[in-house]
């Protein structure tokens, strides 16, 4: 199945689409760790993407289409993907229709009062990318990575000045998305409204929309 995740910075779409990749057998493609991954190479490509992405900008359309496109060319997403954080714009929806046929769009709704309190205590590891919360999923060694050992860091553009840009970003280019896919019938919402829900209930509404999804298709 070739899924979407949609929902504002710091919703959960990463968190759960790590896990959700393992229940599915389908791979997790973040354009946000892809972003991160060409910003360490230190590339031409990774500096001009590091302007954007610090300030909490939008990385131009063109340019992440292109690391797209190429990502779902490889053999592993014949079977389906789970998008995370792609697409984020109108133009790059429409590239998707160009690339693939996406089944299922899942929409996460979290007010702000969360968001900000999620973003500003997330810690991501600088090796895998596993992401932790400070509130609500606690490494089990302060500031190292439960899987690989790896060192945890707050991301550049976790800082409360840029979170609010990120969320003015979202507003003002993403969400008109949900109408977009509301449109076509592909979109189903899932709601968090409480700060401590475990990522598992999440998950397993997720899931329980998934299995619906396959039954009527
Ligand atoms: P978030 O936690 O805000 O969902 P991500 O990890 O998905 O953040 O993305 C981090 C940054 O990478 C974004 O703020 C943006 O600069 C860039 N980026 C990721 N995906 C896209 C995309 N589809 N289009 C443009 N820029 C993107």
Known sequence: ?????????????????????????????????????????QTELGRRIKEYSDRGALVPDEIIIKLLAERLKKPDCDGGFILDGFPRTIRQAEALEKIAKIDLVINLNVPDEIIITRLSNRLICRECGAIYNLLTLKPKRDRICDKCGGPLYQREDDRPEVIKERLDVYRRQTEPLIEYYERKGLLRNVSCNDLMTPPEVMIERIIEIIEEKKRSS
């Open 1 to 41: 199945m070739k899924i979407v995740m949609l929902g504002p910075p710091g919703a959960g779409k990463g968190t759960y689409a790590s896990r959700l990749t393992v229940k599915l057998g389908v791979p997790h493609i973040s354009t946000g760790d892809m972003v991160r991954d060409e910003i360490k190479k």
